[in-house]
């Protein structure tokens, strides 16, 4: 053998031996980059099972079968997130053990890394299987037909049950890592049936009502509100009750017009919403004349069916909605739907509301509103019905006085008053009304209009009620009072409760209610104008779901059709009314408008004669309606045509006797073809919202008087001719949303569909809503210079966020090009308000892609963008002082928002920042940055993994922010302080300090007066939140604080804080592992010098927290006091023995709601030396002992106690409870002792 080949096999044999010996040694050597690469995949892994059980979510609110593959999936992963941290977590351990952390043990050191490497790699094949599922339809089917969803198995993530949902999510999942406020999750569920049940074998326990009278008045939360009147709370009281109760399922309000029910509804809501009765509450406005699509898209809106709206059929959507309330029945969820201004008996089958054939809700609650007492309970099987009476006297003048200020006080005002009050008959509409006149004038118009008044003494209520609404009418003078004539009309005529400002922009058009020459935007800004004084004058009112809404009251609607029944007599049908071809011709004849919204018609006649109508609107349930346009031939004066939802038939000659036609709306009709429309020289406005058109003919360009063109939402619009577009120069606003995209690219010859060109020379358009899909079809000079309202999207970019009036530009390119060059671009990124960039590879700063910079930018949303590090750069003098709102999510390269400190006055303005997965920033801002930002109101940042702190001290100066009112950090894992304690130490005269930790706000730099919402997750640096070195004024405003996953701390509220917790009504604290204590006082310190104070704490919810041992010091019992609480829920605290002290007991005169669920309580309330105590809780309506297995009694020894109000005892699996209930003086010993030792009554 040649000593090469001897050498040759030596040194393989060498390498066989070192190799292994060094990957060994490369364990023990790399452990902390293992460390970090784990930690990167956990993260990476964490954000795809987010995402994932988002997705999972919407499918199940949509009725949509997840696929077991998904769901296999998702409980792996789940698995190997929780053996990943808690490998991580025992490494960091094990690195304390030697050298104060700088020499861990090799063998921990060896044995995590092997472990680690594995691990990534079954982490990183869950991750690229998730890449699998990118949209719904990847992760799940529908299954319309059942109805039945399988949603992913329940796996556990560190001791997660399934049986604790969040409100209003009810999918079965496990809470998602670093998600932003929780909705205090009211586990383990609501409020037990009242009939006898069965779970899992085991017998519930279930304690019936003592007296329905005391139940129905502690069921709700005390009505106290200073605005709510006496005869109104006891209204709220009773119907809250009502809803409680489970032998009722339809629940109603009845009382004439203006007695404030749709009010009293509102308050309703409110409170059942905030006292989490129901997993879901829904509400829909019915009318007189119920459009049924609407109410469906109102409950499904609420339930998160986000399907519905792929629905084109009433009767398809029905189904929809009927299997999802179904779904929720069986997942024994609480659904109420609210039900607004019943005229009839609603079919709630055609609505998709399961029931039975007598028209009986079944599997969910409703709540209605009527003026008939007959309706609700004869027609809707109504249970339970309150009579809404009119105002009391002294509460009529405390409404009125609210309005018209204090001179009601003052001479010679005050002798009027209660004159004036007796004509409004204790009716809220009519004391607005009223209050509205008397306001703004002096003393001789308050004679004047009680004159007018008194003349019509012998006149009944809705004589009085014209009379007043009269009065309001008569203060518009000369020009306005013509116009205000007009809008109202108009407003009654279109038949609902809540006209749609867009509607009647376009009907104010054709019917040239303004000066011809007024554009589209004057027109919208005049009637704007005209709204918000009817709205002063109380005969238009606030629409409290919508800011820029308004309804018309029917009392208003009424009188209003008194009114022009003189001078311009209209027609509004009712499904009551008899057919058109029984009225008398002479009335046809005469009427201006006719109006049919959504009635129960088979077939429009086939020519109407009706020579006079101006207006003709009609909206139908029926799609299978058939109008030929013959039955408009007699209206030679047609202005205004609106169908929605018919079937058209079009003649060769179209409206042939409508030369005056300016507005012609034909939404969501089946048209066969748009052709011969071409002819109506005349038109200034034309939509097809949502129709089924699929070409715009070249003939639509004959129409060159056209101001309006609206396309959006037709779907099937595939081919516009060339030339259509451009034809149209009188043009001022175009909206194609979510529609024709199909540009023809500026290259391609010959074209064969619109180009963007065609646009250009539009001296009038002022609108323009449009999708581009490719950067190709955008012409290089396109002048965009003269829109002052758009929303532009280009790349195929989505937004879930919109903005009401706004200017918005979506970008999502992959790469920057040339194209974002184009004049049409740059122009518009300097005058947009909202932007939104996605997937942007090229630039290193935001501010590099507008030359002129960004002076009108009012929100940039920033998002999948790896080459983004900076928004600003130093090289740049833009600036975003106009800026409100940032967002930047998932900018994986994002270092900080500025390079430098110098763009401290960039963002004076701003108010909203939101930073989510932004891998390498490690500092949100400077202090010195901080300062400038006087309008901040909120914060919220979620998963940043190299993030440290919040804020970098540069600087000795201090910083207040006065109207931060959110702060949200969410899955921050090196984050230990709010800003650098480094800095502010070396700045700080006091070494005062809580022992050797340090605080997460650990000083007086920052102070905090307005924060109410605090959320702190997924943190597990942070030691204590508070230390006694916070700002003074800080925290004083705080009502929620959320605290999960923070598995350092050892309590929450210690004593230097809790004085300062004035406003604090609601304390959720999850999943943190050390907790041992959550309220803690030391002894000897005062409380801010107020030796007891009375925290307002009113929700309280304590879930998995092993290592809790108390809730409150008992030292802490005798300097404060915790008399508001009202809902406790308590899971999972498997170290907590006893949860109240003696004498906190004593005080909760106003608890409502308690939950206990897998602790190891082994009584309720701790006994302390205070003699036999007496516990009564005179409210508390349900009480749920769940897997209590240690439990043995309320309280150990002799006490008394009292419950008049508890109508639920809900026990489970509490094993070592032999008797239920036993009387005081019966001695026992302790482990034959009762649950209760209750009185005789």
């Known amino acids: 053998m040649s000593m090469d080949a001897a050498i040759a096999i030596a040194w393989d044999v ?19 980059r293992q460390a970090q690469d784990l930690q990167k995949e956990v993260e990476e892994l964490a954000d795809e099972v987010d995402r994932v059980q988002n997705l999972a979510e919407e499918a199940r609110n949509n009725i949509r079968n997840v696929y077991g ?40 050191r060896y044995q995590f890394s092997r472990k680690a490497k594995d691990k990534i790699e079954v982490i990183q094949r869950l991750t690229q299987k998730c890449r699998e599922f990118k949209e719904l339809n990847d992760i799940s089917s529908c299954n319309p037909a059942s109805g039945n969803v399988a949603a ?34 009211p586990a383990p569920g609501n409020v037990a049936a009242l009939t006898p049940a069965k779970r899992e074998g085991k017998d519930v326990v279930q304690l019936a009502t003592v007296t329905a009278s005391a139940s129905f008045a502690s069921t709700s939360n005390e009505v106290r509100d200073k605005d709510v009147f006496r005869s109104r709370a006891s209204i709220i009281r009773d ?228 009379k007043m609404l009269q009065l309001s009418y008569d203060r518009f003078k000369g020009k306005d009072r013509e116009e205000v004539k007009s809008l109202l009309r108009l407003c009654v005529v279109c038949g609902v409760s809540k006209p749609s400002l867009e509607n009647l922009v376009r009907y104010s058009v054709g019917l040239r209610l303004f000066r011809e020459d007024s554009s589209m935007d004057e027109v919208r800004n005049r ?14 009112l606030e629409d409290n779901e919508d800011v820029d809404g308004f309804k018309i009251h029917d009392l ?112 969501g009709c089946l048209l066969e073809d748009v052709t011969m429309i071409g002819e109506l020289k005349g038109l200034h406005i034309l939509s097809f919202v949502n129709s089924n058109i699929h070409r715009l003919p070249k003939e639509i360009g004959q129409l060159v008087e056209l101001r309006l063109l609206d396309l959006s939402e037709c779907s099937r619009l595939e081919i516009i001719e060339p030339g259509v577009l451009g034809s149209l120069m009188k043009l001022e606003e175009l909206y194609m949303w979510n529609s024709f995209d199909k540009w023809n690219a500026m290259e391609q010859t010959p074209s064969t569909n619109a180009e963007l060109i065609e646009l250009d020379n539009k001296k009038n358009l002022q609108t323009l809503h449009v999708s581009i899909p490719d950067l190709r079809m955008l012409p290089e000079d396109l002048n965009v210079k003269k829109l002052t309202q758009y929303n532009i999207r280009i790349g195929g970019a989505y937004c879930y966020r919109r903005y009401k ?31 939104l960039l996605d997937g942007l590879n090229g630039i290193e700063s935001i501010c590099s892609l507008s030359h002129e910079g960004f002076q009108k930018l009012k929100h940039l949303c920033v998002e999948y963008s790896p080459s983004i590090h900076y928004v600003l750069q130093s090289s740049s003098h833009t600036n975003f002082k106009m800026l409100e709102s940032l967002y930047l999510d998932s900018l994986v390269n994002l270092e900080m928002i500025c390079s430098n400190h110098s763009f401290s006055k960039s963002f004076s303005a701003l108010k909203v920042i939101r930073v989510e997965s932004c891998d390498k920033m490690k500092v949100l801002f400077p202090l010195s940055l901080l300062r400038e930002l006087p309008q901040l109101e909120e914060i919220k940042v979620v998963r940043c993994p190299l993030m440290w702190e919040l804020v970098e001290v540069d600087d000795c100066g201090n910083v207040e922010l006065p109207k931060l009112c959110v702060l949200i950090l969410c899955d921050l894992p090196n984050v230990k302080n709010f800003f650098s304690a480094k800095m502010a130490l070396s700045c700080s005269t006091s070494n005062d300090q809580v022992g050797s930790q340090v605080a997460f706000f650990d000083g007086q730099q920052v102070a905090f007066p307005s924060v109410e919402t ?215 010993p302790f482990d034959k002792q009762s649950l209760f030792l209750v009185e005789k009554v």
């Open 1014 to 1228: 605090l959320a702190i997750k997924d943190m597990d640096y942070i030691e204590i939140i508070w230390d006694n070195q916070v700002a003074v004024d800080s925290f004083h405003k705080l009502k929620s604080l959320d605290v999960w996953r923070c598995n350092k701390l050892l309590n929450i509220v210690p004593f230097c804080i809790l004085g300062r917790l004035k406003s604090l009504e609601i304390l959720t604290v999850q999943y943190c592992d050390l907790l041992e204590v959550v309220f803690k006082l030391q002894p000897l310190n005062p409380l801010d010098g107020h030796p007891v104070a009375h925290l307002p704490l009113k929700r309280l919810e304590l879930h998995w927290l092993p290592k809790l041992k108390c809730v409150w010091k008992k030292e802490l019992l005798s300097r404060v006091k915790f008399q508001c609480l009202r809902f406790v829920s308590v899971y999972g605290c498997k170290s907590l023995t006893s949860l109240f002290p003696a004498s906190l007991a004593i005080d909760l005169t106003q608890l409502e709601e308690l939950e206990i669920d897998k602790c190891g309580i082994v009584q309720l309330i701790e006994k302390e030396d205070i003699g036999v105590p007496r516990f009564v809780f005179p409210k508390l309506t349900s009480l749920k002992l769940q897997r209590l297995r240690k439990l043995r009694c309320i309280c150990i020894g002799k006490y008394v106690s009292h419950w008049p109000a508890l109508k639920t005892l809900d026990m489970y699996e509490c094993h070592k409870v032999k008797i239920l209930a036993s009387h005081p003086q019966n001695d026992m």
């Open 805 to 835: 009036g706004s200017s918005v530009l979506e970008l999502k390119l992959h790469s920057i090009s040339d194209s974002l060059q184009k004049g049409c671009i740059q122009t518009l990124l300097g005058k947009t308000d909202y932007l």
């Open 239 to 466: 119907t809250m009750a009502a809803l409680a109760d489970n032998n009722h399922s339809v629940v109603g309000v009845y009382g004439m017009g203006g007695v404030g029910k749709s009010t009293l509804l509102a308050d309703v809501e409110r409170r059942i919403i905030e006292k989490k009765s129901f997993d879901w509450v829904t509400k829909a406005d019915v009318s007189e004349n119920p459009d049924i699509k609407k109410i469906q898209g109102e409950i499904a809106d609420a339930l998160d069916l986000t399907e519905i709206t792929k629905k084109e059929t009433i009767s398809g959507r029905a189904k929809l909605l009927h299997g999802r309330l179904e779904n929720e029945e069986r997942e024994k969820k609480k659904v109420l739907i609210i039900l607004d201004n019943l005229w009839k008996g609603l079919d709630l089958k055609s609505v998709g509301i399961p029931c039975g054939h007598d028209n009986k809700v079944t599997g969910c609650k409703l709540l209605l509103t009527s003026r008939f007492q007959d309706v609700l309970r004869r027609e809707m099987g109504c249970d339970r019905d309150f009579r809404l009476e009119e105002l009391k006297d002294e509460e009529a003048k405390r409404l009125f006085e609210r309005t018209v200020g204090d001179k009601v006080h003052d001479d010679p005002f005050k002798s009027l008053v209660n004159q004036a009050l007796q004509k409004c008959a204790g009716l809220p509409f009519l004391i607005m009304a009223m209050a509205n006149i008397f306001k703004d004038a002096d003393f001789y118009e308050w004679k004047d209009v009680l004159t007018q008044i008194e003349k019509a003494t012998d006149i009944g209520i809705s004589e009085s009620v014209n």
């Open 556 to 667: 208003v609607r009424g009188f209003v059709a008194s009114v022009s029944s003189r001078e311009e007599p209209f027609l509004v049908w009712k499904n009551n009314d008899k057919l058109v071809t029984e009225l008398p011709k002479d009335k046809l004849k005469s009427c201006t408008a006719l109006c049919f919204p959504y009635v129960e018609m088979e077939e429009l006649h086939e020519e109407l004669d009706c020579p006079e109508t101006r207006i003709f609107f009609l909206f139908t349930n029926n799609e299978s309606l058939k109008v030929l346009d013959s039955c408009f031939n007699s209206m030679r004066k047609l202005m205004v045509l609106h169908l929605s939802r018919v079937c058209l038939t079009l003649s060769p000659s179209p409206f042939k006797f409508s030369k005056d036609l300016h507005t012609l709306c034909l939404d």
């Open 152 to 185: 992913l198995t329940p796996a556990k993530r560190e001791g997660i049950s399934s049986s604790n949902p969040a409100p209003g999510n009810i999918a079965a999942l496990p809470p998602a890592k670093g998600e932003g406020i929780s909705s205090s999750n």
């Open 527 to 540: 009637l704007n104008t005209l709204i918000q004084k009817l709205k002063a004058t109380s005969l238009l």
């Open 14 to 32: 060498l390498k066989s031996v070192v190799a292994p010996i060094k990957r060994q040694f490369g364990y023990v050597i790399y452990s902390k």
């Open 69 to 108: 593959r998904v769901t296999e999936w998702h409980a792996s992963a789940e698995k190997a997130l929780k053996e990943a941290r808690g490998l991580l977590r025992d490494f960091q351990e094990a690195s304390k053990t030697c050298c104060y952390e700088t020499l861990p043990d090799p063998k921990c």
